[in-house]
């Protein structure tokens, strides 16, 4: 299994991908999707596609301030969550920062999203929970 982060081209797919993923968790939040606001959010961050050797499976999004990455949305098809590319996912994400001179990378996740437990296993912390929503850091050592 390799996985592989490749610029991100279509941001239709990430659209349908996210919406669908993120939907119950809106709904239980009473958060409706704004189409257009993920269109400008397009523009303002870092995209990238997940392929699982020749298969596009998943996006990652990032912002960066300062010494900081911020994963700002991670999401994987359905039928290839719980197969470890989640896992192999959060190491290429930790060397994506390291490669932006990051010391930190930062993320957010809602409280009953069971990714939470993957990120606990690949050392993120709770900094923080506001209404729901669980914010997690991991410091970056690099090996230069």
Not at 23 to 52: K, M, P
Not at 94 to 118: D, W
């Amino acid at each position: 299994m390799e996985v592989q982060l490749k610029v991100g081209s279509d941001p239709l797919f990430a659209e349908s991908l996210t919406k669908a993923n993120m939907a119950s968790y809106y709904q239980t939040r009473g958060i409706t999707w704004d189409h257009n606001q993920f269109l400008n959010s397009w523009e303002d961050l870092d995209n990238y596609e997940v392929h699982l050797d020749q298969t596009r499976v998943g996006v990652l999004r990032f912002s960066y301030s300062g010494d900081t990455t911020f994963l700002r949305d991670f999401q994987l098809l359905p039928e290839f969550q719980g197969r470890g590319i989640g896992a192999e996912c959060l190491d290429q994400v930790v060397k994506h920062a390291l490669g932006c001179q990051s010391t930190k990378l930062v993320l957010r996740v809602f409280s009953e999203n069971p990714a939470i437990n993957l990120y606990g296993s690949k050392g993120f912390v709770k900094t923080s929970e506001v209404k729901g929503l669980v914010e997690m850091e991991i410091p970056l050592i690099s090996n230069r």
